[in-house]
């Protein structure tokens, strides 16, 4: 038998062991993909939610109305609660076994419940991070070469057996894929997320721009140059809304820590004990304090 037999031979195998537990989420262009964890319910990725219920299509075309039973969006996993009827739950890989760059892997997605689609590729870097949909850095994750379309995060890369190694997440420049380790971090979260325990991390309620940027934009208005993070916007009815920080201000130290990335924020929030915080903060030229209070958030 010939390589590409072998190979054609292990997706078609893949496609239908595995196919039958990868779901679609909305309809036609839809919003992504999920897999059956367990019965009655589904994995995904928190970025393809926009609401509390979603159309969920099984492989036998079957669909029913699903509910979010947890949400970690900074770690942007969800869970959705279904009766997932006769839709078998996946195999996770085997504890301490992680893929290595190499690693035959397979991509599948439903995107939309527009059908299955199944592709090959290679593991090419482990332990690669990015930023989630609220900022925070999420590392671990798995970098492969198995092609997939838009709507196809929330599916699972898998290896030769049909065991997930990782649930499919971003796509980068050159059709590479970021998948989040199926680790045993991961699977402690998803069935913490299925029991409804969604973690709860304080936020300020503030969007940031790049360092470089925010450089960039007080040098543009003739202020002087500081090392800190620029609010771009402030959300209505959050912590720094209420503290009165406003669109343009920089945030130079937090606790009395100085602030050169967003990382060095989401540390210091993370180490809050007493629901306060203290920011200090540059508007224009004047340098003040602000006291932030997360009791009411």
Same mark, same amino acid.
């Given at each position: ?14 496609? @239908? ?249 989401? @540390? ?30």
């Amino acid at each position: 038998m010939s390589v590409l037999q072998e190979l054609q031979e292990a997706v078609g195998r893949v496609a @239908r062991d595995v196919g039958p537990s990868v779901v679609g989420l909305g309809r036609g262009w839809g919003f992504g993909s999920g897999i059956v964890t367990g019965e009655g319910s589904i994995l995904t990725n928190a970025h393809n939610l926009r609401r509390d219920e979603v159309t969920v299509t099984f492989a036998d075309g079957r669909e029913a109305t699903g509910r979010v039973a947890g949400v970690d969006a900074d770690g942007d996993l969800a869970v959705i609660s279904v009766e997932t009827g006769p839709a078998p739950p996946v195999k996770w890989s085997e504890n301490g076994t992680e893929p290595v760059v190499g690693t035959p892997v397979f991509a599948l997605a439903n995107p939309g419940g527009r059908g299955l689609r199944t592709t090959f590729g290679l593991v090419s870097a482990t332990g690669r991070s990015f930023r989630g949909p609220r900022g925070r850095r999420i590392t671990g994750s798995i970098e492969h070469t198995a092609p997939l379309v838009r709507g196809s995060s929330g599916g699972p890369v898998v290896d030769e057996s049909g065991r997930v190694l990782g649930i499919n997440t971003i796509r980068l420049e050159g059709s590479l894929i970021l998948a989040l380790a199926a680790d045993a971090s991961l699977r402690e979260r998803a069935e913490a997320l299925a029991r409804g325990e969604s973690p709860s991390r304080r936020a300020l309620g503030i969007a940031i721009a790049p360092p470089r940027a925010g450089r960039r934009m007080r040098r543009a208005v003739g202020l002087p140059e500081l090392d800190g993070l620029l609010v771009r916007d402030v959300m209505e009815a959050t912590p720094a809304a209420r503290a009165g920080l406003e669109r343009g201000d920089l945030v130079v130290a937090a606790a009395g820590q100085p602030l050169a990335r967003v990382d060095d924020l989401f @540390r210091v929030l993370d180490a809050v004990a007493d629901g306060k915080l203290e920011l200090t903060v540059v508007r224009g030229i004047d340098e003040r304090k602000v006291k932030v209070s997360f009791e009411e958030a």
